[in-house]
C-alpha cells in the first residue's frame, strides 16, 4: 500500500530517516498548528496520491500516571480543542499494534489548552495535546485517503515548562518505533 509518514517538522523525522533512509521519498513536512498542517497535508496528499497517511510528531500527555515521557501512543480518536460539541468532528483511526498505549488526543493552538477542554475534563479516558492531528484528519478525509494513522511519542507533560521537555528522547522513542512498524 502506498504510505506518506507526514511529520510537522525535520526534527520529528530526523530519528526515522537516519533508521529507515528508504522512506525519504515517502516523508514529508505538514508545520506546525493546524492551519499550515491543513494546507501542507492537503497539498502533499495531491501530489503523492497515497493510499495510506501516517501523522507522526511529538505531543503532551494529560496523564502523569499511566503515560511516560517517550512512550509512543496511537491517537484513535481526535478533535479541536474549544469548539462547541455540536460543531465537534472526531476524527478516529483504527488501532495499530505496536504502540504503548491507545489515547485520545485534542488538536490545540497553546499549550496546555487540552486541560481546558469538556471532553478532557469530563471523561476518564488517556488523553494526549498536540497541534495538528484532527487538521490532517480532516485534509485526509476530505482527499479521500484509504487509511489514517496518528502516532506521538510524549515529550512532556502539558502543564510542564517548556524546559522540561525532552524533546530529543520523545524523537528517538518516534523514530525506532515508526520504523519497527512498517506501516
Not at 34 to 57: D, F, S, T, Y
Not at 142 to 159: K, P, Q, T, W
Request: aromatic share 8%.
Amino acid at each position: 500500500m502506498n504510505t506518506l509518514y507526514l511529520f510537522p517538522t525535520r526534527e520529528e523525522a530526523a530519528e526515522l530517516l537516519t533508521r529507515r533512509a528508504d522512506l525519504k521519498p515517502q516523508v514529508g513536512f505538514v508545520g506546525v498548528g493546524m492551519a499550515e498542517a491543513g494546507a501542507n497535508a492537503a497539498a502533499l496528499i495531491a501530489r503523492h496520491r497515497p493510499q495510506r497517511v501516517v501523522l507522526c510528531g511529538i505531543a503532551g500527555s494529560c496523564d502523569r500516571g499511566l503515560i511516560k515521557v517517550g512512550d509512543v501512543v496511537q491517537v484513535i480518536r481526535d478533535k479541536v480543542a474549544g469548539l462547541p460539541e455540536k460543531y465537534s468532528l472526531y476524527y478516529t483511526s483504527p488501532n495499530i499494534e505496536g504502540v504503548d498505549h491507545y489515547v485520545n488526543s485534542v488538536t490545540v493552538s497553546r499549550t496546555g489548552e487540552a486541560l481546558q477542554d469538556e471532553w478532557v475534563k469530563d471523561t476518564l479516558q488517556l488523553f494526549v495535546e498536540q497541534m495538528e492531528g484532527a487538521a490532517v484528519a480532516a485534509a485526509c478525509r476530505a482527499m479521500g485517503v484509504e487509511e489514517y494513522y496518528h502516532l506521538r511519542a510524549i515529550s512532556n507533560y502539558v502543564d510542564d515548562d517548556r524546559s522540561a521537555w525532552r524533546i530529543k528522547e520523545a524523537v528517538e522513542a518516534l523514530g525506532e518505533r515508526v520504523a519497527e512498524l512498517n506501516l
